[in-house]
Each structure stands twice: as structure tokens, then as C-alpha cells.
């Protein structure tokens, strides 16, 4: 055995063990492991660690170039991007996109330069006080003193609250920030570091700049999502008082005025005791004893009759478990007793009201209007129910649901109508809903049952049983879809039906069909973006229609719902007219014109988010194979379009009745089930996935530079002469392949925030 050493001419970096061929490279590497700035602005007086950043700084820096002109009222954002400006603070542009708004016109405390935060609502959906009062900020960094300080306020039991904190700390993202020797390249001249960019600027016609391009979006969302795990703590799941709101509200309102019958007498299926609370028992928050007596309203409930078949199903799945069985539990009187508890009428209501108000913001493939408790498969409920108890702001509630976990995993792929042949016409032209809408509902529901476990396991579970639902059960869901046909799954032409032949039902079934494939259709990116998993879909068999406006979607009345059809979905709007395969191959093949791009903001956040998710569909498959720099020219194109709808999409139709609502903060209990979940987050997985194609870029021109001296095997000296590119293995930039964790792209993540200029 020979000990490996270093190659001849490699300077290694005493601290992180890095190696470069050049002594410069290496001296300039050290400074990115102290926190020292000796290079100071002598015109706005910020802080560098290199020269070179501070060089690149002086040639834009607005404090020179203000100086001896009159005051500027616009913000620095405002400026770069040519748009009108309110002088805010913060503006409305850079409020509207929850992005900072900094002037370096404006004095404030002997500098030269003020930033202003938005008041933007984080993962848990808290909004920061200090966001909110828009206090400026001085552009240098905080102390350590000034970071404890952000956290007095906050209570310590409050989670949501202290997640918020930490966040509204966070730097903005500059793409000065990355220095060349993070990106593995060796180039020292900014024209290096632009060529991406200016390739792009020069395909289209307009000049462009790296700082331009990033807009000032940061991986504040991001961030969190990849450290932490849980629904609570990774989605947009309410603030805990938001969600206490809801408990507190159901109690009152739904359960004693709407709802009665589900306070009524203790189920026939066990006989009472002091374990189990009854109506008015201080754990239920309900009204006094009523009707305990009535066991024949029981009887005829068809809520408890859907409950009983869920515990007889839990115990089936107990009780006769195969040999490679998940379920570890023992069927007793005990455990009888606490699955009767757990799916008791009054905690069930809960916990549906929970998925409802605090969940189905995030995944929304459930239609509310007309969903029937009594109708739907018991399995859909049971699994409705451990979502609700995981996202309950009682800590009791999640630590029961966690005990039946595998159970009601067992319960759903096990189903009938789940592992059954489902009859699929994939002919490619108009679905017709079967003679009756409730069979085909059934097995949808099995899907969306199936899709909702492997949600409460990938986030909640133990990492067996993360590792299980990425590894088996996904892919069942992929192919019961397929089986379904993908391709089914599209609208009639309403604009051209008279309303009296409009059937609600049936655009229901269309539609939850549409959004349940898009949510599997994301939950494979997801595994793909976070675990680096290769995925199970491919994005030529996602030949269904676009999802419905909300507008359309949350309407509660048929006569509602084909009224705002008739007014979002014509003819000429994109909802009807396009598929989403279409959508990403027009997003991607060239620069869009003002008008197709707003054409294609109307498609509103779901449908967006599914477009640039399926852009790092696109990254994954370039770096796992011989890409050269051609090949991403349609991702760039792609993602250049996405994010100039996504702000024409802000900017026109995020707060319009099409899909908008108000904030979080001015909603009611009773509606916030309509708000945008964790999808308003979307440019954060633009800006990942612009970075991603900006490193590839880098590293195949470093391989590829003939200034190296370096050309692929059996390529001719005219061939590097010209700089072609040539078709060359490039590691790709996650290396570990279906990892449980996501720490590797919170680590790119963490990097690409620590750089960042101030």
C-alpha cells in the first residue's frame, strides 16, 4: 500500500485541506476562513475581504455616482430594473416580492446606505415585528450582540416564532457574493465569472448583469426547509397562535352550531370510562353533557359508522400482519381503547378542521365544497386525520398520531381499489367520468390516501420509514397514477356549455384528477431536488390540463363555481388550452414576449411552481450525464422566462380574485383554508435552480478552456483552438445519490448565503 500525497505544484489550505495550482488562488482562499474586511469603500463605506469584490463594487457603486446629483427617491432595485418606485420603506415593488428594499442614496446613521425589510411571512407564516415596522438597517454586518437582541422578544415555547427570527436575519443573496474558488473554477477576471449571463443578454438582444439576474431573492424559505424536519416546522403551517385560533373556533362554532350530532353519546363500541372525556370534559372544549343516553342517534350516524370501520381496519392491520409487516403493535384492550380514543367523533372533527384550515393550503387536491366525511373511503379519512393530529398545536395530538403511522400505511396500500387494475383510458382525448362518479372518485381517493401517507412518513416518520416511502411505496403511487391515465386527466370545454348542462360533480373529479397528478408530479421533484433521487416520472407523460384557477376550485355553490369558469377559463385563457408538458416546452424553447408572458402568469402559482420544478428535472439529468454547455441553453431560456412571469404573476393576479387572497394575518379561522401555502415560495427554487446551472456552466468551461491546455481524448488541436465544446463527464454537484437527509443542499444552500456583500 503507497500513501497518496499530493501532486507535484498543489498548495494545499492549512484549515480545509483544498488544493489549488496556484499560489494566489490559495492566498486568496484563506481570507474565506476569517472575518476580517480590510478593503473598505471609500464612497459608501462597506467592507470587503477581497480586492478584486471591492473593484467590481466601486464601478456600481451608487454613493459615487449620487453624489454630486440630485437626490434619488428610488430604491437601488427600482433603479437597476427601470421601474417606478413609491420611496417606501419599504417600496411597494420590493414589498410585493418580499425582497429587501435598500436605498444607498439614503443617510442613516453615518452611512451611506439603508436597507429596509418587508414585512414577509416565513415557513410557519409569523410575521416579523421588526419586518413590520420597517426599520432601516445599516448595510454593515450584524454583531453578535445585535443578533441575541432580535430574540428577546420572542416567547422561548414559541417555535414558529423563533424559526421567524433567526430568519428575518438572513443576508440577500448578491451574486458578487460566490467567490471563484467556492466554484471550483480558476478564473480571476469578472468576465469569466459573467459569461453565462452575457450569453444569455446577448441571445436575447439586452444587456444583462449577474446581479440583474438574481433580483435580490435569498433561500430564506429554503434554508429552513432543508435543516429541520416535520409538516410544521418544513411547510407553510400557520403560526401555533394562528392554529390554537382554529381549535379555539372549532369548539365554538363548527362543532356546537353546525355539528351537534358529533357531541352526542359515546360510541356503541366500548363502554364508557373515566379515560374516555365526554362532551364538556376539558380536553374536548365542547358544550355540557347532551344525549348520552341516545344510542339509537348512533346507530343511524353514518360519521361513526365511517369511524368503526376505520378502528376495525386498524385492528385487521394489527392483527394479521405479513412477514415483512412495518406494524410493530399488539392488539389489547389497552390499544383498542386508545385507537377508539384517537378516532373518537369529537377528535376526528379536529383533526379534519386541522387538515382543512392548516394543511390543504400546501397541497390542495382536495376539493372542500363538496368533500362528503360519510361518502369518502374510510382510508382517505383515517390518513386526513394523521395530518391534522401532526399539524394540532397540542402536543398530545401529535404524539398520538405518531402510533398509527405504520398502521394506516398498512390500511391504504393494502386497499382494494388501490392494488386493484385500474380501467385507465389512455387514448389521449377527452376523459369521460365513468357512468358513476362515485367508482371513479374511489379509487382516486386510494390515490390521494396513498399520496397523503407518504406525506405524514416522508416528514413525520422514523428514517426506515422515509427510506421505505422513497424507495417502495412512491413508486406504487406512480404507477397506480399511470394506471389511472395521466393523460385523462383534462377538462371539457365549459365556455361552450350552457350552464344548465354544467355538472359540478364531474368537474370535481376532473379537477382533483389534475391536481393529484401535479402533486405527485412535485413530490418526485422533491425527491429529486432534496435526496437526489433519479426520478420516477418524465415530463412528456404529463399530458393533462392545467389546475383551475382558485377561483374556480374554492367556489361553494355549482352555480358559483360555473360562473367564475366562465369568467377565468374561455377559450383564449391557458387553463383549457394547454398542457403542462406544453407549458415547460414553451417556457424553455425561447425568450417570451411581454404578452405570452402574461398569458402564462394567469396559470397562477400552482401551476408555475410546477413549471420550475420540473426545470430542476432538467439539472438533475445534465449532470448525471456526458452534458456539455449546449445543452443548457434551453434550462437557462426556461428559467430567464419563469421568473419574468412569476413577476408579472405578482404584480397582476397574486392578489386579484383569480387566485389571490389576503394575507395570513387578516384571515379569519373560517378562511384560512384559502390562502397560498409554502408554493409562494416559488422564486427560491428559481434562484436554486438558477445558481445550479451557473456552477455547472463554470465547471465545464474550466474543463473545457484552452488557455488550460487541456482537450478532451482524441480531439484534434483546431477543436480546443476553437473552444468548442466537447462532450466530457462532469461530476455533478451532489454526489450522494437517495440520501435520507438533505443536508447536502443545505450545505449549498449555507454557502451560497454565507458569501454574500453587504
Not at 390521494?448 to 417502495?472: D, F, H, M, P
Not at 367556489?555 to 406544453?582: D, G
Request: charged residues 20%; aromatic residues 10%; proline residues 6%.
Amino acid at each position: 500500500m503507497f500513501a497518496m500525497t499530493d501532486a507535484p505544484g498543489l498548495h494545499r489550505c492549512p484549515v480545509c485541506f483544498k488544493t489549488y495550482k496556484r499560489r494566489e488562488h490559495l492566498q486568496r482562499h484563506r481570507s474565506s476562513h476569517t472575518s476580517e474586511r480590510p478593503h473598505r469603500c471609500i464612497l459608501c463605506n462597506a467592507s470587503f475581504q477581497r480586492t478584486d469584490v471591492l473593484k467590481r463594487h466601486l464601478q456600481t457603486c451608487d454613493a459615487g455616482s449620487n453624489a454630486s446629483s440630485s437626490r434619488r427617491r428610488a430604491c437601488d432595485r427600482c433603479v437597476r430594473q427601470k421601474k417606478a418606485c413609491s420611496a417606501g420603506h419599504p417600496c411597494q415593488n420590493c414589498e410585493k416580492r418580499t425582497v429587501l428594499c435598500k436605498y444607498s442614496n439614503l443617510n442613516t446613521s453615518g452611512s451611506n446606505a439603508a436597507v429596509f425589510r418587508p414585512a414577509t411571512a416565513g415557513p410557519s407564516g409569523e410575521t416579523s415585528e421588526t419586518n413590520a415596522n420597517a426599520r432601516p438597517e445599516p448595510s454593515a454586518p450584524n454583531t453578535n450582540e445585535d443578533a441575541a437582541s432580535s430574540f428577546e422578544d420572542v416567547p422561548y415555547d414559541d417555535l414558529d416564532a423563533l424559526i421567524q427570527a433567526a430568519v428575518s436575519g438572513f443576508p440577500v443573496l448578491e451574486v458578487q457574493a460566490v467567490p471563484d474558488d467556492w466554484l471550483d473554477v480558476g478564473f480571476s477576471s469578472t468576465a469569466a465569472a459573467t459569461e453565462p449571463f452575457q450569453q444569455e443578454a446577448s441571445a436575447s438582444g439586452t444587456s444583462s448583469s449577474p446581479a440583474s439576474e438574481y433580483r435580490g431573492y435569498s433561500f430564506s424559505y429554503l434554508y429552513i426547509f432543508t435543516s429541520r424536519t416535520g409538516l410544521v416546522s418544513s411547510f407553510d403551517c400557520a403560526t401555533l397562535t394562528q392554529r390554537q385560533q382554529i381549535v379555539s373556533s372549532f369548539h365554538q362554532a363548527y362543532l356546537t352550531q353546525q355539528h351537534p350530532e358529533l357531541l352526542g353519546a359515546l360510541p356503541p363500541l366500548f363502554t364508557p370510562t373515566e379515560e374516555w372525556p365526554r362532551p364538556g370534559h376539558p380536553l374536548t372544549g365542547g358544550p355540557p353533557d347532551h344525549g348520552l343516553t341516545c344510542w339509537t342517534s348512533w346507530l343511524h350516524n353514518p360519521i361513526i359508522i365511517k369511524l368503526q370501520q376505520v378502528v376495525l381496519l386498524v385492528k385487521n392491520a394489527v392483527t394479521d400482519k405479513p412477514n415483512n409487516s412495518t406494524v410493530s403493535l399488539t392488539w389489547s384492550p389497552a390499544l383498542q381503547q386508545r385507537c377508539l380514543h384517537f378516532f373518537s367523533p369529537w377528535r376526528f372533527a379536529k383533526f379534519i378542521e386541522l387538515y382543512w384550515s392548516v394543511w390543504h393550503p400546501n397541497v390542495n387536491f382536495l376539493h372542500r365544497p363538496t368533500f362528503d366525511p360519510t361518502s369518502s373511503k374510510s382510508i382517505l379519512l383515517a390518513a386526513m386525520a394523521l395530518i391534522g393530529a401532526c399539524v394540532s398545536p397540542d402536543p398530545e395530538d401529535n404524539e398520538d398520531a405518531r402510533m398509527w403511522f405504520n398502521c394506516v400505511e398498512e390500511m391504504v396500500f393494502t386497499d382494494n381499489d388501490f392494488c386493484s387494475d385500474a380501467e385507465s383510458s389512455s387514448s389521449g382525448g377527452e376523459f369521460t367520468p365513468p357512468a358513476s362518479v362515485l367508482a371513479s372518485r374511489r379509487k382516486l381517493q386510494a390515490l390521494q390516501a396513498a399520496y397523503i401517507v407518504c406525506l405524514y412518513q416522508n416528514w413525520e416518520g422514523t428514517v426506515a420509514s422515509k427510506r421505505r416511502i422513497r424507495r417502495q411505496r412512491f413508486s406504487t403511487v406512480v404507477s397506480f397514477a399511470r394506471d389511472l391515465g395521466i393523460d385523462t386527466a383534462r377538462h371539457l370545454d365549459y365556455s361552450r356549455r350552457p350552464k344548465h348542462e354544467f355538472n359540478w360533480n364531474e368537474y370535481v373529479v376532473r379537477e382533483e384528477m389534475i391536481r393529484t397528478f401535479t402533486w405527485i408530479f412535485l413530490l418526485d421533484t422533491a425527491f429529486v431536488i432534496f435526496n437526489n433521487l433519479p426520478h420516477r416520472m418524465v415530463i412528456k407523460e404529463m399530458k393533462m390540463h392545467m389546475a383551475s384557477p382558485e377561483a374556480c376550485f374554492q367556489a361553494t355553490t355549482a352555480k358559483q363555481c360555473i360562473e367564475e369558469i366562465h369568467r377565468w377559463m374561455s377559450p383564449s385563457s391557458p387553463f383549457c388550452s394547454i398542457l403542462l408538458r406544453e407549458a415547460i416546452e414553451d417556457v424553455c424553447s425561447d425568450t417570451m414576449g411581454p404578452d405570452l408572458q402574461d398569458r402564462f402568469s394567469q396559470l397562477g402559482p400552482l401551476n408555475l411552481f410546477a413549471i420550475v420544478s420540473a426545470f430542476h428535472y432538467m439539472i438533475f439529468q445534465h449532470q448525471n450525464l456526458f452534458g456539455v454547455e449546449g445543452q443548457l441553453v434551453p434550462i437557462r431560456t426556461g428559467l430567464r422566462n419563469w421568473i419574468a412571469i412569476w413577476e408579472q404573476y405578482v404584480d397582476l393576479w397574486s392578489s386579484s380574485p383569480l387566485h389571490g387572497m389576503a394575507h395570513d394575518d387578516r384571515l379569519a379561522p373560517e378562511m384560512m383554508w384559502k390562502r397560498v401555502g409554502f408554493i409562494r415560495h416559488s422564486p427560491e427554487y428559481w434562484l436554486l435552480g438558477r445558481l445550479l446551472t451557473d456552477r455547472i456552466s463554470r465547471t465545464i468551461a474550466k474543463d473545457h478552456d484552452p488557455s488550460q491546455g487541456r482537450s478532451p481524448p482524441g480531439s484534434s488541436s483546431e477543436e480546443a483552438a476553437s473552444g468548442r465544446a466537447h462532450s466530457k463527464s462532469v461530476e455533478p454537484i451532489l454526489d450522494k445519490y437517495d440520501q435520507t437527509s438533505m443536508r447536502q443542499v443545505n450545505d449549498l444552500i449555507t454557502a451560497f448565503q454565507d458569501f454574500h456583500v453587504d
